[in-house]
């Protein structure tokens, strides 16, 4: 069954990424199964967290809107080709795990992969489990403390204390090499 998502579509995230490759087409297909699970994705109130920085992370911030900006995509840098997609409006949200099974076999040419992650079907290449947490909230708007190190200006949550004084995190980690 070729990929729902219309093809105009699928090219301009390719532009987006920059060339189209199997990883690209990872993100494309668990878009494909965002709107399969939850429905149409520009009625809900989306979220994606992406458990890996892989190319498909490009083709899930182009084609949901959700972007780091925005505070609707959240990168946890885990290393696992996992994805989960919650509408903050209704609760309902899933967690996608791409398959070993689904994964390229060895000296697979990229085209063929390309190829066999466009027409697998998405339960052969995804592990699907539905979440009961929470949606991630929403991004907060927190004041900027000033680094007494370097001066730069820095969000109140990556800020660190240190002996009464204020630093950014490249800053601490200056002093905190030498404690």
Do not use: W
Request: proline share 6%; net charge negative.
């Amino acid at each position: 069954m070729p990929c729902s998502i219309p093809q105009d579509k699928i090219e301009a995230a390719i532009a987006f990424h920059g060339h189209h490759c199997p990883g690209l087409t990872i993100g494309i297909r668990a878009v494909e199964l965002a709107r399969r699970e939850l429905g149409d994705l520009d009625a809900l109130d989306l979220v994606a967290v992406a458990e890996t920085d892989m190319c498909g992370v490009d083709a899930i911030q182009f084609l949901t809107d959700c972007t780091f900006g925005k505070g609707n995509f959240i990168h946890r840098d885990y290393g696992k080709r996992a994805f989960s997609f919650f509408d903050r409006k209704s609760g309902k949200g899933f967690r996608a795990l791409l398959r070993d099974s689904a994964m390229s076999a060895p000296g697979e040419t990229r085209e063929a992969a390309i190829e066999r992650f466009t027409a697998i079907p998405l339960d052969d290449m995804f592990a699907v489990t539905p979440l009961d947490c929470p949606p991630p909230r929403p991004a907060a708007v927190l004041q900027s403390l000033r680094c007494e190190q370097c001066g730069e200006m820095t969000m109140e949550s990556r800020t660190r204390r240190y002996a009464g004084k204020t630093y950014c995190i490249p800053c601490f980690a200056d002093i905190d090499q030498k404690l």
